[in-house]
């Protein structure tokens, strides 16, 4: 029986990219302090010469302050006793168990953005892939639309992208399937376009136990 199947597979889908950027701290206005004896004319000029300077130091505060989300920061993942699954999922995202008929897996969903998500799940079911007594692994793909189809991996594999409703971040996924009859297994990542790279090495590191 072989004992684990390695997917090193490289993502090739077209993305927009897009930047995201952050609030801009807000300015420390400057203050000028006249008494009733330095109240001039002289006084008045050079108070209004500092003030102009303190304002144009706080656009250019305001400019070079724009800060960017963190970038994420991946770690490896092992559920091998009971699903047999090994992944790199993004560091500190809240997981909760996914769990049905004859599949369980879990999802991993970023605690300041639930729209971005990572989902990996086994099933033992082996009727849903064997087509004609072939393994075909696009016919489990969990989406009903999916686009960019590439079956890999001397076809125990396929790549795919997709979309979910309400959800503006790109959705790429992995599915495969054991040589030895033991099911199926995929992974998938919804982020945002701008952070594809992180995508490619979630799905470029899953395992599946056979």
């Given at each position: 029986?072989?004992?684990?199947?390695?997917?090193?597979?490289?993502?090739?889908?077209?993305?927009?990219?897009?930047?995201?950027?952050?609030p801009?701290?807000?300015?420390?206005?400057?203050?000028?302090?006249?008494t009733?004896?330095?109240?001039?004319?002289?006084?008045?000029?050079?108070g209004?010469?500092?003030?102009?300077?303190?304002?144009?130091?706080?656009?250019?505060?305001?400019?070079?302050?724009?800060?960017?989300?963190?970038?994420?920061?991946?770690?490896?993942?092992?559920d091998?006793?009971?699903?047999?699954?090994?992944?790199m999922?993004p560091?500190?995202?809240?997981?909760?168990?996914?769990?049905?008929?004859?599949?369980?897996?879990?999802?991993?969903?970023?605690?300041?953005?639930?729209?971005?998500?990572?989902?990996?799940?086994?099933s033992?079911?082996?009727?849903?892939?064997?087509?004609?007594?072939?393994?075909?692994?696009?016919?489990?793909i969990?989406?009903?639309?999916?686009?960019?189809?590439?079956?890999?991996?001397?076809g125990?594999?396929?790549?795919?992208?997709?979309?979910?409703?309400?959800?503006?971040?790109?959705?790429s996924?992995?599915?495969t399937?054991?040589?030895?009859?033991?099911?199926?297994?995929?992974?998938?990542v919804?982020?945002?376009?701008?952070?594809?790279?992180?995508?490619a090495?979630?799905?470029?590191?899953?395992?599946?136990?056979?």
């Amino acid at each position: 029986m072989k004992q684990g199947i390695t997917i090193g597979i490289s993502l090739a889908v077209l993305m927009t990219l897009a930047t995201a950027c952050g609030p801009s701290p807000a300015g420390t206005s400057g203050q000028t302090q006249n008494t009733a004896s330095q109240n001039t004319a002289s006084t008045n000029a050079t108070g209004s010469s500092s003030g102009s300077t303190s304002g144009s130091n706080n656009a250019t505060s305001n400019t070079s302050g724009t800060s960017q989300a963190p970038a994420i920061q991946l770690t490896q993942f092992n559920d091998t006793q009971q699903d047999g699954i090994t992944v790199m999922v993004p560091n500190g995202w809240t997981k909760s168990r996914v769990q049905g008929g004859d599949y369980g897996g879990w999802k991993f969903v970023n605690p300041t953005d639930s729209s971005q998500q990572v989902e990996i799940v086994r099933s033992s079911c082996v009727g849903c892939y064997m087509v004609n007594g072939k393994a075909n692994p696009t016919a489990p793909i969990p989406e009903k639309n999916p686009s960019n189809v590439q079956v890999t991996n001397n076809g125990m594999s396929a790549t795919y992208n997709f979309q979910k409703t309400g959800n503006s971040n790109v959705g790429s996924g992995l599915l495969t399937t054991t040589s030895n009859g033991n099911g199926y297994g995929y992974v998938q990542v919804l982020l945002p376009a701008e952070d594809k790279s992180f995508a490619a090495q979630i799905l470029n590191s899953f395992q599946l136990k056979g």
